[in-house]
């Protein structure tokens, strides 16, 4: 069973028999380019802070005090992010990538691709 939820733009993209998605559109996967373009381009990166996720969206507050709503296929992925966050790692996004990055326990960062919710 998947985790996954569509979006009025973009609905998950599975491969026959398998639950996981495998859309790189916003909201859903990051790509290894659009990783490895962010890495290279860590003088784009700005803190965010993210809230406490509802289902399928979180609300970011950047440096400015601007705020966005994300939408994420994996409402996992966003609890990940939140308790990452808030037990001392900094999450960071690169606006020219539109990624987010948060460092995991194990060294690692943590990726998410957020489609912006507009309107909210």
């Known amino acids: 069973m998947s985790n996954s939820a569509p979006t009025p733009e973009h609905p ?3 491969a026959e028999g398998h ?3 495998r ?4 909201g859903h996967n990051a790509h290894y380019i659009q990783a490895r373009l962010a890495s290279g381009n860590q003088d784009r990166w700005v803190r965010v802070d993210l809230g406490a996720p509802h289902g399928n969206t979180v609300q970011a507050t ?7 709503t994300w939408w994420c296929h994996d409402p996992a992925l ?5 308790t ?3 037990s001392g790692a900094a999450a960071s996004f690169d606006p020219g990538t539109s990624l987010a990055t948060v460092p995991t326990s194990q ?3 943590a990726l998410l691709h957020p489609a912006v919710v507009e309107g909210q």
Not at 23 to 26: A, I, V
Request: hydrophobic share 25%; with cysteine.
């Open 84 to 86: 990452l966050q808030h």
């Open 107 to 109: 060294g690692r960062l």
């Open 62 to 68: 950047f440096p400015d005090g601007s705020t966005r």
């Open 23 to 26: 859309s790189y559109h916003p």
């Open 12 to 14: 998950c993209v599975h």
């Open 78 to 82: 966003l609890e990940r992010f939140h």
């Open 19 to 21: 639950p996981v998605c």
